[in-house]
C-alpha cells in the first residue's frame, strides 16, 4: 500500500525537498504517491523565479550569495553556460535598456562563465530549478513504485482523520493524505488601501507588484503614464518600501520610454528613509571596528539581547562614520554569527525571533543595476526619499495623498499629488485577521502554532508542525535546525539547505 504525501505551495522550498527526496525513493522499494498543489501556474520556480515576476529582473544578490553552496552553484553555472543563447534571447525580447546594457557590461564574464559576480536575471534560475524538477518527476515516473501528481487549486482546510488528513480545496473538492508539508510560501502583502469608489484611469494603486505578475501591472502603470502624457501630465509615482519589491519597481518602471518621455519622478517611503547599499567604501572600512560585539566575546554567558544590543551599537558607529551596509554586513555577520553558539537553545531561538530579521532591516544590500538607476534618478531629480511609518493612503479627485509618521518630527506629516501607488511594505505576519483560511484552520483545529517571530510556525526536531505535517520554507522562520538559528528563509541558500534536511526526515518516516 503506498503512503500519500502532499505539498501545499510548489515554489522553491518544495522544488528542493521533492529533487532528494524523489532520488531516495528511487534508490529504495518504498510505494509513494506524492501530490503537488499550488493556486497559480508557478509550479517549481515560485513566484520570485516564474512568471510572477517577469523576465526582465535581476537577483538581488550576486550569484556567489545567492546560492552560497558550491555544489549547487556549480551546477547551476554549467547549465548557464548549456543553454546560454536561448536565455539572452529571451532576455533581450522581453527586456528594454537596461536589459542591453547588462548584457553589454558583463559580455566577457558572461561569454566566459565567470557567474559568480554577477546578479543574473531571476528567470534563468526559474528555468534551471524547473528543469532540475522536471528530471526528478520523470525518473520517478518511469519507476514502478512512485506516483506524482499536479493539482492546481487552493487548499484552504484540512481535517485530521483516523488515517491521516483529508485536504480541502476552494472549489470543495478533497484529497485524503497520510502527510502533509506546509510549503506556503510568504503570507499576503498587507493591505493598505481600500477604494470607496472608483479610481480614475489617470490613476493607479498596484497592492501587490507581483500579482497577477508584475508584467501585467508594469503594463497598467504604462498605460497611465501614457495617458498622463498625452495630456501633458506629470506622474508622481509613489513607492511604499525600499525593500526588493521596490527597487524591482522602480528599476521596471525607469526602463519603460513612457516614463522618461515627461518630467515624472519616484518617491519612496521607508522606516529608514534610505534605500539599500550597493558599493563597498573599502579605505573608510579599515577605521571601523566592532567595539560592541568584540567586548561580548571576552564574556562566557551572554544573551540574544545583549548580542542585538552590540550589532546595533556598531552600526550606529558604522553610520558615523558614513559607511553602508555593503561595506559592514560582512564583519557585522561574522561578528555576532561568532557569539550565536555561546546561547543556550532558549536564547538562540530568542535571537531567531525577536533580532535576527530586525538586524537584517538595518543591512539591507542591492546590486550596481539596482543602484545605479536611483542615482540617475536623483541626477535628474526625479527621486525623493521619505523617513517615515506608513499611516494610510486617501484617494482625492485626481490623485493620492499620504499620510505618514515622522520620527523627525515626532508628529504625522502629509503628501499630496501622487498618480501611482506601489505597495512594496511587506507581508502581514501570522497573527492579523488577513491571514489565509488555511492558516486560519490549521491553528484553529491545533495542527499548527504560530512561533514568538509571528511570521513562523513552531517545529520539533523532525521539522513537523504537528504529527505528520511537515513545514518548508519561509514559515520556518524562527526556529532552530540542526541547532542552528533561522529568522529569514526567503533566501535560496536557507531553503536549500533546510530543504534538504526536510527530505531525510519525511523518507524516513515513511
Not at 527526496?21 to 534508490?27: A, N, P, R, T, V
Not at 525580447?93 to 553589454?104: D, F, Q, V
Not at 517545529?459 to 529569514?488: C, F, T
Request: aromatic letters at 8%; a neutral charge.
Amino acid at each position: 500500500m503506498s503512503e500519500k504525501i502532499s505539498f501545499i505551495g510548489a515554489g522553491i522550498a518544495t522544488s528542493y525537498t521533492l529533487i532528494p527526496l524523489i532520488e531516495k525513493l528511487l534508490m529504495d522499494t518504498k510505494r509513494v504517491d506524492l501530490y503537488v498543489i499550488d493556486k497559480t501556474d508557478s509550479f517549481y520556480s515560485g513566484v520570485p523565479y516564474g512568471k510572477s515576476s517577469g523576465e526582465t529582473v535581476l537577483l538581488i544578490n550576486d550569484l556567489k550569495n545567492f546560492i552560497p553552496l558550491d555544489d549547487h552553484r556549480t551546477r547551476l553555472k554549467n547549465w548557464l553556460d548549456k543553454n546560454l543563447d536561448e536565455l539572452l534571447q529571451t532576455f533581450m525580447l522581453k527586456g528594454g535598456e537596461l536589459s542591453k546594457a547588462w548584457i553589454t557590461n558583463n559580455k566577457e564574464d558572461i561569454y566566459s562563465g565567470k557567474w559568480d559576480d554577477l546578479y543574473i536575471p531571476r528567470f534563468f534560475f526559474g528555468r534551471y530549478i524547473k528543469e532540475q524538477v522536471g528530471n526528478q518527476i520523470e525518473k520517478a515516473k518511469k519507476s514502478s513504485h512512485i506516483t506524482i501528481k499536479e493539482i492546481k487549486k487552493e487548499a484552504i482546510n484540512i481535517d485530521s482523520t483516523e488515517n491521516g488528513f483529508e485536504i480541502k480545496f476552494s472549489d470543495e473538492s478533497t484529497l485524503t493524505c497520510d502527510k502533509v508539508v506546509i510549503s506556503a510560501g510568504s503570507l499576503p502583502n498587507k493591505k493598505l488601501f481600500e477604494a470607496n469608489k472608483k479610481i480614475a484611469s489617470s490613476l493607479k494603486y498596484v497592492n501587490n507588484l507581483y500579482q497577477p505578475t508584475i508584467d501585467e501591472n508594469i503594463i497598467d502603470i504604462v498605460d497611465v503614464i501614457t495617458l498622463r502624457n498625452k495630456k501633458k501630465l506629470i506622474t508622481n509615482i509613489l513607492v511604499l518600501g525600499a525593500n526588493a519589491s521596490g527597487l524591482e519597481a522602480i528599476y521596471r518602471i525607469f526602463d519603460q520610454q513612457s516614463f522618461k518621455d515627461s518630467q515624472n519622478s519616484f518617491t519612496c517611503l521607508s522606516t529608514h528613509g534610505t534605500m539599500p547599499d550597493g558599493k563597498i567604501n573599502h579605505d573608510k572600512l579599515t577605521a571601523f571596528n566592532t567595539l560592541n560585539l568584540d567586548k561580548l566575546k571576552k564574556l562566557e554567558n551572554i544573551t540574544a539581547d545583549q548580542i542585538a544590543e552590540a550589532v546595533n551599537k556598531d552600526l550606529d558607529l558604522a553610520e558615523g562614520l558614513k559607511l553602508g551596509a555593503a561595506s559592514t554586513v560582512g564583519i557585522i555577520s561574522k561578528g555576532f554569527g561568532s557569539l550565536l553558539p555561546k546561547l543556550n537553545k532558549e536564547q538562540l531561538i530568542k535571537f531567531a525571533c525577536n533580532h535576527g530579521n530586525q538586524i537584517g532591516r538595518r543591512q539591507r544590500c542591492a546590486g550596481a543595476h539596482y543602484l545605479s538607476v536611483v542615482n540617475r534618478l536623483v541626477e535628474e531629480a526625479k527621486f525623493a526619499q521619505i523617513k517615515g511609518r506608513f499611516e494610510n493612503l486617501k484617494l482625492q479627485d485626481d490623485s493620492f495623498k499620504l499620510n505618514y509618521y515622522s520620527p523627525e518630527v515626532n508628529a504625522s506629516k502629509s503628501l499630496e499629488n501622487f498618480h501611482v501607488v506601489i505597495n512594496c511594505l511587506g507581508s502581514i505576519n501570522l497573527e492579523s485577521e488577513y491571514i489565509p483560511e488555511l492558516f486560519k484552520n490549521l491553528f484553529d483545529k491545533k495542527l499548527a502554532f504560530i512561533n514568538d517571530s509571528k511570521i513562523g510556525l513552531k517545529i520539533d526536531d523532525q521539522l513537523q508542525a504537528s504529527k505528520n505535517v511537515y513545514v518548508a520554507g519561509p514559515m520556518l522562520a524562527g526556529n532552530l535546525i540542526e541547532d542552528r538559528a533561522l529568522w529569514h528563509l526567503e533566501h535560496c541558500g536557507r531553503i536549500i539547505w533546510s530543504s534538504d534536511i526536510l527530505a531525510n526526515k519525511i523518507f524516513e518516516n515513511i
